[in-house]
């Protein structure tokens, strides 16, 4: 075909709702809009071919536009390493300062007139340039402080324990084959240091499968197992299903336990019969019969696939439709019902309902909607029946289970005439057209009969709910931010105790405009502070006093949730609302942003970031949740069913939203803490090491003389000491995993930054320097009256730089021993293996041989042969090594004893329960009572009623047709929710009934 | 990655000890069942072995004579500090033992706030040169500047400040009787470490020359009255690097306060036969090496020695004091055990 044409739009943005742009063809213009547009990642459906035209492609296209830039991740633990290492740049030149003004001061006194010894180098001229140049000269000496090889050692220590993480079978889910991956090597500590998890819910939290639960059919419930003693039972793997291969037709994906049910329908009870025929007729399904028998339904929504399912299995199959006819296989009958009307879904109305005729003529309204919406429209005589059903309802709402109300209402001949009528006339009219639609609806919907409820279960992720629990004990904080509908969005946090009854207030905030906004999100705010104010204090003073919330956040004992959906979000992201709405929602338990785009996720994340000295995390699993990865300190990306772009875009990925706990409980902790004891050890090293020179230097005329050997400097940080903290780094663990996740309070420390902070980096310097002061004067007092047992020379330098080095051996040895706190082979290797690796070099390097060759390399030769056999040199570095470890040992025990830690305490049951299995925790999952909301949920869209009744969704009634271009997003995702209104066909893939979301 | 294994589970991380973190481990606690008997042992151990060493200090005999200006040599004094430093001086100090020195008794020099350990001056010194090797002999190292070569060019040897500054007093050590005086009897070798007298100083290769010769074309340190290969005039095989006096000078002190071994008593002869007797002696000093320069000391040293080396009251004390530290701080954790810890009530959840 000859296609020649050119459009002009719009350059690349990341608007999902607009496009705007014109199609030349051949002398014509033809509009483009929004509705021309397919976006990335659709799906076609329900045509065999289309014409298209790739307008922006890769990084140009609206979902990489959404996507957010990639930033440069680092934790904070190397921000803080990098502000650590500039203070001790800092110290350093200091000590340069001062060693050079002593080495001034004593070229002036001493110097000056040791001359004759030692004439001053040609180009010295006076006592201030020595100074100068012993300045240098201790920088040079003394740079052994600022830790080179920390660098090198922490990146090593990240790369380890992104290996133990990839190797985690904890995390490897079996059924869909993917290990957890770290995808970053640099952010394993802030792993331990989360404080906000902002969550994806779609793909997340949810598996997006919908499975028909329960219903309640004429004040009976169905759905429940009891066993033989009549008592409730918990529906597990074993528990029997209902056997439907009765019916021909029947999916065996779907599960049912409660037999009464079928026992019912079998029974041929009108009731029953009547409430799976609703079922089966007022929906927006598309049937698919590829061969006889096997059915698939596509359905705009997951909600509605199951409903239908439900039906098939029940015997009210659904077969095949037209745009005039619905025909159903009712209990093996093949029954044509005439379809007169579908009376759309939309947000306002909460209800959809179909009217039809069937074969004997009757005209039937069918309805399905909210409870709250469909029982204000019952018929009066219901009232009974309304109780009892509102009751299951609670229950169902309790268990966290979406609902929906049925009614139904025969209509008479002559009525429905006249209301036709008025309808046809209604939607020819250009003007108020929804309106006058929404009125006719409202009539004639009126005076219903309650058949009874549906209730439909999102399914939850494995341990969606004791994962969350678990991180809500361990103080971390979790928003959800979902591109579903505030109904849904609610479903969800209720069914994962996120949002609980118990709570006193669940804040909506669902303004339109930036003054609504600020009303409610202002209220919500005074209530929250007016109520703890009163509880607390009892004066009262305006709530504007407290803008800064944050103060009072940690006095709200109250419970309260904020939900907020994506529009008014956007003026309360508004930087004069901004802080308003981030206090609000920290004084909030939960946060749920509903309807939100994916740009507006990563400004939550930034938000929160920007305002809060806290790490956030971002998990989500789809395309739309990359920008809020990006955003986020760290990203999570959950490796399931939508793509890759999550995980490519994440830094940690794994395949279920529980491994989560694992991750920060488990693997965040630990590796935060090993980070933290290593940089500990490592600066109280470093410190311990150096600053002998410092000692020294008083000592020798500030001549940067150096206490050790040259080789000893070279080899101390990179083959003395380097082992064993880097074991140290990799395996210690002071509580196990399992305690780890059994205690989630454990995790607390970290979030308050407490193992490694500036305070302990002064404590460690501190020991560091104390270290190496009695390092120094210990031997310096005994060295200055010290001979060999033969009465020969021994307080030589020499000597005096072998007894020092090996005091520091053993005192560091013995304080990452200390310091250690889980003792593993490699842990024994490497500190054993230290020491003896440094008495071997040490004796090589000063052994005959070496100094035949290298004779002024190894000046030291024989030293330590010397040395090493005097008691006296053995009593001075037992000496030292006693005095520097005994006080840290002290500390540490009576800190223990008086003052432990949650840690501590862990510690101290894990040492008595060691014999002990592990013992698992199991958090079980708490049914609410008392219940009384609706439970309602449906993520239903508007615009299919009208697509069904056209026809143009219909293959089959128009075949030689191009058909309309389908728009298929591959689960009902915030693409849809964007698109307020579509004429486009949206056939969502139908996990539930187990249609493949194929691309023709 | 590795191996790509088939089937449903490949990418299954291995279940090992080793990658799943659960390698067998120990891990200890501080606990007061482990730290206190480990703080009153300690305690204990130091206490013994301050006592100990106490007492064998206090059976060591130590005498220091700083004859800087003692006796005669105050005028020796003054004639270092003019220009002339060549002019030999010969002065007399006395001293008095009023308990005998039992045993082998040691005889040191000591010099007060000479600085042998400042970079410049420990740099200064050419070990290739000491060890023998001819091309160092005739051409020092540049660290031994400005001591590598003389007024005229002639290359030193030994060359740098070290051997250039070495301690040239000489003593001669009497012991008076009412009888007159009988010289005591110092050996003045195998006062170096054995591994400095055999490795780390040789003389360069005689080849049937005769040490001389070996050093002809080379000039003695500008401070130095006799030339290397002269020191020792009574033991040939005392003279070159290989001579003890200077070994033991050239192994550089630590601190600017040292004292270095000059030699030990020959107990072959009455009266030492049982070390020094107690009673007036007095020491003979050929006073050659100037410290006014510096505002140091000079001074001799007798004592005898320990198993743990020469008398040094430090290390008992410290020891002492240490256990007594030790044993307060275990006494005070006992107590805030007994007193907070001990039921464990800190340990509840």
Not at chain 1, 121 to 146: E, H, K, P, R
Not at chain 1, 210 to 223: D, E, H, L, P
Not at chain 1, 279 to 301: F, I, R
Not at chain 2, 196 to 220: C, H, W
Request: with cysteine.
């Amino acid at each position: 075909m000859d296609f020649d044409g050119e459009v002009i739009c719009e350059p690349p943005n990341n608007k999902l709702d607009k496009f705007t742009g014109t199609l030349h063809l051949r002398d014509s213009k033809h509009p483009l809009d929004n509705e021309n547009l397919l976006l990335r990642g659709c799906v076609l459906r329900n045509t065999e071919w289309c014409f298209g035209m790739v307008i922006f492609a890769g990084l140009q296209t609206k979902l990489m536009q959404n996507c957010g830039r990639t930033t440069f991740k680092r934790t904070s633990i190397d921000k803080l390493m990098n502000t650590l290492v500039l203070w001790i740049f800092a110290f350093l030149i200091c000590m340069g300062v001062v060693l050079a003004i002593g080495n001034t001061l004593w070229e002036t006194w001493t110097g000056r007139n040791f001359q004759v010894f030692l004439p001053w180098d040609d180009f010295q001229s006076s006592a201030v340039f020595s100074g100068f140049l012993t300045f240098w000269s201790y920088i040079i000496i003394l740079n052994t402080v600022m830790p080179i090889s920390l660098y090198v050692s922490v990146e090593v220590l990240r790369l380890g324990h992104s290996y133990f993480i990839n190797w985690d079978q904890r995390m490897y889910h079996s059924q869909t084959n993917t290990a957890a991956e770290a995808r970053t090597t640099t952010l394993n500590e802030e792993l331990g240091q989360v404080e906000y998890v902002f969550s994806d819910k779609t793909g997340t939290l949810t598996q997006n499968i919908m499975v028909f639960k329960k219903c309640s059919i004429n004040g009976q419930t169905y759905g429940d197992v009891y066993d033989e003693f009549k008592q409730k039972g918990e529906i597990t793997e074993k528990t029997d299903c209902v056997d439907f291969s009765f019916n021909p037709l029947y999916d065996r994906g779907f599960k049912f336990y409660d037999g009464r049910l079928v026992e019912a329908i079998k029974l041929e009870d009108p009731v029953e019969q009547d409430f799976f025929r609703l079922l089966a007729l007022c929906h927006t399904v598309m049937p698919e019969e590829k061969s006889e028998g096997h059915l698939v339904y596509q359905a705009q929504s997951p909600d509605e696939g199951a409903l239908v399912t439900a039906a098939r299995n029940f015997g009210f199959v659904f077969r095949t439709r037209t745009p005039e006819t619905i025909t159903l296989c009712e209990l093996g009958r093949a029954v044509t019902y005439q379809l007169l009307a579908i009376l759309d879904f939309n947000n306002v109305r909460k209800r959809m309902s179909v009217i039809v005729r069937n074969p004997q003529g009757q005209i039937t309204l069918y309805s399905k909607g909210a409870d709250t919406i469909i029982f204000d429209l019952l018929d009066p005589s219901n009232e009974d029946l309304m109780y009892t059903t509102s009751e299951h309802l609670n229950g169902f709402a309790g268990e966290g289970l979406r609902t929906l109300a049925l009614a139904y209402k025969d209509l008479d001949e002559d009525y429905f005439e006249i209301w036709m009528k008025k309808l046809i006339s209604a939607s020819t009219v250009i003007e108020n057209r929804e309106d006058q639609l929404a009125v006719l609806y409202e009539e004639i919907e009126q005076g219903l009969k309650l058949l009874g409820a549906t209730a439909i279960e999102d399914k939850l992720q494995d341990g969606v709910p004791e994962t969350i629990a678990s991180l809500v004990l361990a103080d971390i904080k979790i928003w959800v931010l979902t591109g579903d509908k505030l109904e849904t969005a609610m479903n969800i946090g209720y069914s994962c105790h996120m949002l609980r009854d118990d709570m006193n207030e669940v804040f909506v905030i669902s303004g339109h405009t930036l003054l609504e906004v600020q009303q409610q999100l202002r209220s919500a705010k005074e209530q929250i502070l007016g109520l703890s104010r009163v509880s607390s204090a009892g004066d009262v003073e305006k709530a504007e006093m407290f803008a800064d919330g944050s103060v009072y956040e940690e006095t709200i004992i109250a419970e309260y949730a904020l939900v907020i959906n994506g529009h008014s979000l956007a003026h309360a992201m508004e930087p004069q609302l901004e802080h308003v709405l981030l206090d609000l929602a920290c004084l909030c338990k939960t946060v749920i942003c509903c309807r939100v785009t994916p740009m507006q996720k990563a400004q939550v994340v930034e938000l929160v970031k920007r305002h809060k000295r806290a790490v956030t995390l971002a998990i989500g699993d789809g395309a739309n949740d990359v920008s809020m990865i990006k955003t986020a300190h760290i990203g999570v990306g959950i490796s399931g069913q939508e793509g890759m772009q999550a995980v490519l875009a994440s830094d940690y990925s794994f395949a279920q939203f529980r491994y989560l706990r694992r991750l920060l409980l488990v693997h965040g902790r630990w590796s935060y803490f090993r980070m933290c004891n290593f940089l500990w050890y490592f600066f109280y090293k470093n410190f311990a090491f150096t600053l002998v020179h410092f000692w020294y230097g008083f000592f020798c005329g500030f001549s940067a003389q150096t206490v050790y050997d040259q080789w000893f400097i070279t080899l101390f940080n990179i083959v003395y000491t380097s082992l064993p903290v880097l074991a140290m780094g990799l395996f210690d663990q002071d509580v196990s995993d399992q305690n780890s996740l059994h205690y989630p309070s454990l995790y607390k420390p970290g979030q308050q930054n407490l193992f490694f902070n500036k305070r302990q980096f002064f404590l460690c310097t501190l020991q560091g320097v104390s270290t190496s002061s009695l390092l120094f004067f210990i031997p310096y007092a005994a060295f200055s009256v010290m001979v060999k047992e033969d009465g020969s020379y021994i307080s030589d330098q020499h000597v005096f730089a072998v007894t020092i080095a090996t005091s520091l051996v053993i005192v560091v040895t013995v304080q990452i021993g200390l310091d250690t706190h889980y003792w593993t082979v490699v842990n024994h290797f490497f500190v054993w293996g230290s020491l003896i690796v440094y008495f071997s070099i040490l004796f090589a390097m000063q052994s005959d041989g070496m100094f035949g060759i290298f004779t002024s390399s190894f000046p030291f030769v024989g030293t330590a042969r010397n040395c090493l056999s005097e008691k006296s040199v053995w009593l001075v570095i037992l000496l030292t090594s006693v005095v520097c470890v005994v006080p840290g040992m002290a500390v540490s025990f009576l800190r223990v004893e008086l003052f432990p830690t949650l840690t501590d305490k862990v510690r101290h049951v894990q040492q008595f329960r060691k014999r002990q299995g592990p013992q698992e925790q199991s958090l079980r999952r708490v049914r609410r009572t008392s219940s009384h909301r609706s439970a309602y949920a449906f993520s239903h869209q508007q615009g299919y009623g009208e697509l069904i009744t056209s026809g143009k969704n219909m293959k089959m009634s128009t075949p030689s047709s191009t058909g309309s271009p389908g728009r298929t997003p591959q689960s009902s995702t915030w693409i849809e929710n964007m698109l307020k209104r579509k004429n486009t066909v949206s056939c969502v893939s139908d996990e539930s009934t187990g249609a493949p979301a194929k691309t023709d | 990655m590795g191996k790509v294994k088939p089937g449903p589970l490949a990418r299954r991380p291995d279940n090992s000890a080793f990658k799943q973190q659960r390698l067998p481990a120990w891990s200890p606690m501080l606990t007061a069942n482990s730290v206190l008997p480990f703080f009153y042992f300690m305690a204990l151990i130091c206490m013994l072995l301050g006592v100990w060493l106490l007492l064998t200090v206090q059976s060591t005999e130590e005498l220091k004579l700083d004859y800087t200006e003692a006796g005669t040599c105050n005028l020796c004094f003054e004639k270092r500090n003019v220009s002339n430093a060549a002019q030999p001086c010969i002065c007399t100090a006395v001293f008095n033992i009023k308990k005998a020195f039992k045993g082998d008794v040691f005889f040191y020099y000591g010099l007060i706030n000479f600085h042998q350990n400042l970079r410049r001056y420990m740099d200064s010194r050419d070990d290739a040169q000491m060890v023998g090797r001819k091309n160092n002999l005739k051409s020092p190292s540049s660290y031994c500047m400005p001591f590598d070569k003389d007024k005229n060019g002639v290359p030193i040897a030994p060359c740098g400040a070290v051997a250039n500054s070495i301690f040239n007093d000489s003593f001669t050590l009497s012991y008076m009787t009412s009888s007159g005086s009988v010289r005591v009897p110092l050996l003045r070798k195998g006062i170096s470490w054995y591994t400095d007298k055999n490795i780390k100083y040789r003389n360069p290769s005689t080849e049937n020359m005769t040490l001389p010769q070996v050093f002809e074309g080379t000039a003695p340190p500008l401070y130095w009255q006799k030339p290397v290969y002269d020191l020792d005039p009574l033991d040939k095989n005392n003279n070159g690097f290989i001579n003890d006096d200077l070994i033991v000078w050239m192994r550089e002190a630590a601190f600017p306060n040292f004292k270095k071994l000059y030699g030990v008593l020959h107990r072959a002869n009455k009266p030492f036969m049982n070390g020094l007797p107690a009673g007036n002696y007095s020491v003979e000093i050929s006073y050659n090496f100037p410290v006014q320069y510096f505002r140091g000391r000079k001074e001799v040293v007798l004592t005898t020695l320990t198993w743990f080396g020469g008398q040094n009251h430090f290390l008992p004390i410290a020891y002492l004091v240490t256990s007594c530290l030790i044993l307060l701080i275990a006494i005070l954790l006992t107590v805030f055990w007994f007193k907070f810890g001990k039921n464990g009530q800190n340990m509840e959840e």
